[in-house]
């Protein structure tokens, strides 16, 4: 250590440092313009000169690059020292007058005019960029020529491969001398070097070697790009290292191959998105607004390259019409090989649309090419249909060309409708809803795998069990096992946990560790002693935000006994630093000024329960994302509003308590309720999991809807496989099958549910902790098509009875016609019912196996043989069969005239009327859920207004309720065909696992408590509660009969009754009217 | 009057409002910074009293979203 005096102020550093460095330490401000913490000092500017008295006489040094020694005095503020800088500034003024750098400084030191001859360069020789190529290991720069003549060029004025237009030199220049632009004049253009795209922006912004892949990537760390990052190119650079804090990088970590021993392997490695380029006709390669999908989706985007504003990219102009093309990369063997339908398009595109209309408002002209619009999902069909009122058009016709309009960026279109006009159209932007695909190195993967694929290349399953692959002990779940939507890939991931967790049952909770539970330590009485960790997170919060002063602030608030901040307050070893704080300073209340509560809260908690301090006794206020983040240009108003923050936060922690967790035991115990195909599978995964399991069925015999079906559309026979699975149902030890059984009561909570079986006159009681709803749905008896009339027209699972039983009848049939959408995408039943399409393409063709010679028509709307289904769609038109569409105005008339039943429709190529005399008629009738209300009041769980049940979230918890412990699947969710009601079934087995395996939970602290005392029994509470969590006291109850309470099993902690009570009886523990006012004091 | 700035309570709910406040901070949308935000667990929670509080206590405005 040196010890010398700066300013007069003792100070230290060490051996080898420079004054500079020393200063920066001590909060000391030098100027400097060639100054680089990363680079060697070179003293080129000059106006970091300080004056230095070594004991005998005083002179004049530059502290970049003056190194420290014992004993020094040095004065950084004397008017000498801001002579000579003015004097530094004037010349530097005088040969850049332009460069605003210069002129900041200029106004700075009080020059108004340089007084000397104005010159016009914009290069003040600092050699940063000479320095930091050298560093970068390309030494393709010097500054060459002497005195005057110096300038900074490349050796004898040659551009050479030293160069690699890495960009390093622009980076640092701090006039603007050396920029971006120059050097891809310069440069780039002979060496076609091009920005960095970033993927998550699909390429349409560039990116750093170091980045974050996306703002909310988990974990949230950047990472190194080896490819781009110059230190792996040339060994040099490392510039980062001298700016990471933490000392966090390291270039010479490698690539670890780890191995492990696992019992069981699941595929999750989705897809990749078709690249359009080799389309020569759509000309993506090459018109700027034709553009995909996913870069759509990142331009609608608020954190995309356009900040969320809908521009197009040739000119940034607000495009006035918009078109998307379907089916670019799906269904279509001509120009490529993709088969099938990608799923999600129509949907995506539709969205889009809406999406678009809302960012450039109504006028914006939206229109979809499509071949289909297959909305098959759950309420789906709804957004299509609103889609249409919003004014987006849908366009039934295959796009062949884009042409570019000469002069102009805009886009022309021909297409044929299906009267036969030729329309041409111009748009500003197109848009091409490219598919999914496999990408090869997954198919390479499943070769070292040894697994099959399907000719489509995705992995291949049976119908039964939908997430197994070919090998025993892997398991496939999302767009690998076949392109599929969000909620049916979270379905099928929970499935595959599910059928791992069936085969490793035996091994579970046997590599798990038990955390310790410290003795919680009783402050209740005790005085507030209060602990503030104000954070830096890096230069987060600490680069706009003066943490240091929030700091000290908080140390005067009432009853703040422990101040610190923090470089990053959530890192591990703060956390034991902070559990030695708490412990020392006896504190018991803890605020962390940082980032989100929603985040890092469960973190600080635990930190204070691992001291045995109530983890209720903390508050977080959020300084970053609601402050340093959205203020970076007001420094100083960030900080005034951290420390109003923080005062905020103190006053509220201050009149915390500490709250009780009731623990609850979960009941080891599953019900399933309805035995069909999706309840057996369901019960099945319960049993094989090792949970006793009760299986309910209202009829006398298991199978459901199955029962009566022929065959998957993958040809597999449903009776055999039925058969088979109600054996392993019957078969299984911890499965006891209710038949004839309806539930007659619910009681209780999750974990702690009882209910009363009834059973042929008997009643018997049952303790479970979880249930699951599968209830199914069933086939919806037509109302119109002469339906009942005539033995001839049958629904579909009526003729599936007839190719299960072999009917003769179906020998002799000359014709058969298939009518479609019966019941469904009507506007009493606006959804589609996902499986009929399949299952008249797939019937059709069956009958057409039987009779090679008969006609076979499938009159349709859409037809949505989504998925791989496609490929039965294709089958099916090679076989002969024809598909003619109806709308819903104009529909298919069904008449029997002497004996002899006709279908007449109007065909849409030829615009004519067709009459078609038949021996069969299937009606592709609706899926119908029964509207089970009194299953959906036991469970408190809601209906929609189709009658299916509300998941607790469309995308994210299909298979679950918001109600805790009970959860859903099959057909009571949406109609879906069997291989997805099994995948579901287990994924509700799989949700439910999750809670069972727990065996004990913890209610949330933080909910409502009555006082009995004040309340007047008006119910007000119980009848405004979504969750049912207060009741009156029963009358015969010792203690306040008659009075409200909550139960905290069921209580989530909205707060609603106790706003709404009118004898404020009701408090909010963590968010009482005391701390809540307190904070409004403190504002 | 135009060196005035607004202090404005803000109370958000704590599972949609106050999540969007976080995300502006992640997409670094820049806003005028005149709001504290307390938050709450639901808008459900929201009392008149504390609409009340607020302006007695100084507020210029309030805020309630959820």
């Known amino acids: ?1083 | 009057m135009s060196e005035w700035e607004p202090k404005i309570a803000a109370f958000l709910c704590n599972w949609c409002s106050y999540g969007a406040a976080d995300l502006a901070g992640v997409s670094r949308l820049q806003y005028p910074p005149n709001i504290r935000v307390i938050r709450i667990p639901c808008t459900g929670r929201m009392s008149p009293k504390f609409i009340l509080s607020a302006f007695r206590n100084g507020a210029d405005g309030v805020w309630v979203s959820g």
């Open chain 1, 1 to 1083: 250590m040196i010890t010398f005096k700066l300013n007069g102020k003792e100070v230290q550093g060490e051996e080898g440092q420079y004054i500079l460095q020393v200063a920066e330490k001590y909060g000391v401000e030098i100027p400097t313009m060639c100054h680089h913490k990363a680079l060697e000092p070179a003293g080129m500017c000059r106006l970091c000169t300080v004056e230095m008295f070594d004991g005998r006489r005083s002179r004049f040094v530059t502290a970049c690059n003056y190194p420290i020694w014992e004993g020094m005095q040095i004065f950084t503020d004397t008017e000498e020292v801001h002579k000579g800088r003015k004097l530094i500034v004037e010349m530097l003024l005088a040969r850049c007058p332009e460069v605003p750098m210069l002129q900041d400084l200029a106004k700075k030191y009080g020059i108004e005019k340089s007084r000397f001859k104005a010159e016009d360069d914009d290069c003040i020789l600092c050699g940063l960029c000479v320095r930091m190529c050298q560093r970068m290991g390309n030494n393709a720069i010097e500054l060459t020529g002497r005195g005057i003549e110096m300038v900074v060029d490349t050796p004898f004025h040659v551009q050479t491969d030293f160069c690699v237009a890495c960009g390093a030199c622009a980076s640092v220049c701090p006039t603007g001398h050396i920029t971006l632009e120059k050097i891809n004049q310069n440069v780039t253009s002979r060496k076609n070097v091009r920005k960095i795209p970033s993927e998550y922006d699909m390429g349409l912004k560039g990116r750093k070697p170091i980045f974050v892949p996306y703002a909310q990537a988990v974990p949230n760390t950047p990472a190194i790009d080896r490819d781009t990052c110059m230190h792996f190119k040339t060994g040099g650079c490392k510039v980062c290292t001298e700016f990471c804090g933490v000392n966090a990088i390291k270039h010479d970590m490698e690539d670890e191959i780890l191995e492990l021993d696992v019992g069981s392997i699941i595929l999750a490695t989705g897809f990749e998105p078709f690249d359009p380029s080799k389309f020569d006709n759509y000309g993506y390669a090459k018109h700027p607004n034709v553009v995909t999908a996913m870069e759509f989706e990142r331009i609608l985007s608020a954190s995309g390259p356009t900040m969320g504003h809908l521009v197009r990219s040739s000119d940034h102009k607000e495009p006035k019409k918009i078109a998307w093309f379907q089916c670019v990369g799906s269904r279509d063997i001509n120009r490529c090989d993709n088969a099938h339908c990608s799923s999600v398009c129509c949907m995506y595109a539709i969205k889009e649309s809406i999406i678009a209309k809302e960012h450039s408002g109504d006028d914006l002209d939206c229109a979809v090419f499509y071949m289909d619009i297959r909305t098959h999902g759950k309420d789906f069909e709804r957004y299509y249909e609103r889609a249409k009122t919003q004014g987006v058009r849908f366009v039934r016709s295959r796009v062949h060309t884009i042409n570019p309009v000469p002069e102009t960026d805009d886009l022309e279109v021909r297409y044929v409708l299906d009267s036969g006009e030729l329309v041409k159209e111009t748009f500003d932007m197109i848009v091409l809803s490219i598919g999914l695909q496999t990408p090869p190195e997954l198919i390479q993967l499943a070769n070292d795998l040894n697994i099959d694929l399907t000719t489509g290349n995705f992995c291949k399953t049976d119908t039964f069990s939908p997430v197994q692959t070919s090998r025993e002990g892997i398991f496939v779940c999302g767009a690998f096992q076949g392109p599929k939507d969000i909620p049916q890939s979270v379905v099928d991931s929970s499935a595959a946990a599910s059928a791992a967790g069936e085969m490793l049952s035996p091994a579970r909770n046997t590599l798990t560790k038990i955390k310790e539970v410290v003795p919680e330590v009783n402050v209740i009485g005790e005085r507030p002693r209060i602990g503030v960790f104000v954070c830096n997170c890096g230069i987060n919060i600490g680069g706009v935000v003066n943490v240091p002063g929030v700091r000290d602030y908080a140390k005067t608030l009432p009853y703040v006994e422990y101040v610190t901040d923090n470089m990053y307050t959530c890192s591990q070893d703060t956390q034991e630093v902070m559990k030695d704080i708490i412990t020392k300073n006896r504190l018991n209340r803890i605020v962390v000024a940082a980032c989100s509560p929603k985040t890092h809260e469960p973190l600080f908690r635990e930190t204070l329960a691992d001291t045995g301090l109530n983890k209720y006794l903390f508050e977080m206020t959020n300084i970053r994302n609601q402050n340093s983040w959205v203020h970076k240009n007001n420094p100083d108003i960030a900080t005034q509003k951290a420390k109003d923050l923080v005062r905020m936060a103190v006053t509220k922690v201050a009149l915390k308590e500490p709250l009780p967790e009731a623990e609850l035991s979960i009941g080891q115990t599953a019900m399933v309720i309805g035995g069909g195909i999706t309840g057996m599978s369901t019960a099945l995964s319960f049993a094989r999991q090792g949970y006793e399991t009760h299986l309910i069925e209202n009829t006398d015999r298991l199978g459901g809807n199955a029962l009566t079906l022929y065959k998957t559309w993958k040809g597999e026979n449903i009776q055999e496989k039925l058969k088979g699975l109600i054996d392993q149902v019957s078969r299984e030890e911890n499965l006891k099958i209710h038949l004839n059984t309806t539930l007659a009561s619910v009681e209780g909570f999750v974990g702690n549910f009882k209910s009363t079986l009834a059973s042929q006159g008997k009643e018997d009681v049952i303790e479970y902790g979880v249930a699951v709803i599968a209830t199914g749905a069933s086939e919806f008896k037509p109302v119109e098509y002469m339906y009942g009339k005539d033995p001839r027209i049958v629904t579909s699972q009526e003729l599936d009875r007839k190719l299960i039983g072999n009917d003769p009848v179906l020998n002799s049939l000359n014709t058969a016609v298939f009518i479609q959408c019966v019941g469904s995408r009507e506007p009493e039943r606006p959804y589609c019912s996902r499986v009929c399409c399949t299952h008249s393409v797939d019937s059709a063709l069956e009958l057409k196996r039987r009779n090679p010679g008969m006609n076979v028509y499938i009159l349709n709307r859409d037809i949505r043989t989504y998925g791989e289904r496609e490929t039965l769609y294709k089958e099916a038109r090679e076989a002969g069969i024809i598909f003619i569409r109806f709308t819903r105005e104009n529909k298919p008339v069904v008449a029997i005239e002497d004996g002899v039943v006709k279908v007449k429709v109007t065909d849409h190529i030829l615009g004519m009327p067709l009459e078609i005399e038949t021996d069969l008629v299937n009606l592709a009738s609706a899926v119908i859920p029964p509207r089970d209300e009194k299953l959906a009041q036991f469970f408190k769980v809601p209906l929609n207004d189709d009658g299916f049940f509300v998941e607790r979230h469309a995308k994210l918890g299909p298979s679950e309720f918001a109600t805790d412990g009970v959860f859903l699947a099959g057909l009571a969710h949406y109609p879906k065909p069997i291989d997805e009601s099994i995948a579901q079934g287990m994924a509700a087995a799989s949700r439910a696992v999750t809670l069972l395996a727990q065996k004990t939970i913890h209610t949330n602290g933080e909910i409502a408590k009555v006082n009995p005392a004040l309340c007047s029994s008006c119910g007000v509470c119980i009848s405004i509660c979504p969750y049912k969590a207060p009741s009156f006291i029963p009358d015969d109850a010792r203690f306040f009969p008659g009075k409200a309470e909550i139960n905290p099993a069921l209580c989530k902690g909205c707060g609603l009754c106790v706003a709404s009570c009118r004898s404020g009886a009701i408090g909010l523990k963590g968010f009482d009217n005391d701390q809540i006012f307190a904070m409004i004091e403190a504002i």
